[in-house]
C-alpha cells in the first residue's frame, strides 16, 4: 500500500510563492505519474501540474509560467514551487499518485493541504 502526505500550504499575500512537498511511503510499489490537484468551494477538482515516469510534465493554462515541478526519487517525494500566487489560487491542493503494486494498479491521494492567497 501507499501513503502520501502533503506539507507546505499556509496562508500568503498576492506575489507570494509557496512550496508545496508530497511524500510517499510504503513499500511494494512503482510510481507511474505524480501530480497535484487542487479544489476550491463550489468548484470542480482541476489538475494543476503532472510528471510521467519519464519526466514529461504538463500544467494548467491558469498555472504555466508561475508553478513547477520538480521530484526527488530517491525519496519519492514530489514538489511544486509556486511563485507570482494570485487569489484564485486558492483551494485545497492534494497530490496524486499512481502506482503499480503487487495487485492493482491504482491512483493513491494524500489528505491535502490548503493554500490561501489574500489580495
Known amino acids: 500500500q501507499v501513503q502520501l502526505v502533503e506539507s507546505g500550504g499556509g496562508l500568503v499575500q498576492a506575489g507570494g510563492s509557496l512550496r508545496l512537498s508530497c511524500a510517499a511511503s510504503g513499500s511494494g510499489f512503482e510510481i507511474y505519474t505524480m501530480s497535484w490537484y487542487r479544489q476550491a468551494p463550489g468548484n470542480q477538482r482541476e489538475l494543476v501540474a503532472g510528471i510521467t515516469r519519464i519526466g514529461s510534465t504538463n500544467y494548467a493554462d491558469s498555472v504555466k509560467g508561475r508553478f513547477t515541478l520538480s521530484r526527488d526519487n530517491a525519496k519519492n517525494t514530489l514538489y511544486l514551487q509556486m511563485n507570482s500566487l494570485k487569489p484564485d489560487d486558492t483551494a485545497v491542493y492534494s497530490c496524486?499518485?499512481?502506482?503499480?503494486?503487487?495487485?492493482?494498479?491504482?491512483?493513491?491521494w494524500g489528505q491535502g493541504t490548503q493554500v490561501t492567497v489574500s489580495s
Open positions: 496524486a499518485f499512481v502506482c503499480y503494486t503487487s495487485r492493482r494498479v491504482g491512483t493513491y
